[in-house]
């Protein structure tokens, strides 16, 4: 049986998949992976940098609200 609504869908930023799924379930919440995002930023970091960044990217997607 096919689902009728999807609240939250958590995609890897593909080209138009988060276009097609709100189209077709206009008020499903679209998001990019977690670890996608984060494997995304650091790859502008320099090597030894890295550890750093994904330490202070965790306190930017744990957080409980939009303004901490």
Known sequence: MPATSIDVCCCDGLTGLGDAIEAVWPLTVV??????????????????????????????????????
């Open 31 to 68: 998001q990019t992976c977690v670890v996608l995002l984060i494997r995304g930023a650091i790859r502008f970091c320099a090597w030894k940098d890295r550890k750093g960044v994904v330490k202070a990217l965790k306190g930017i997607y744990q957080a409980e609200t939009v303004d901490a």
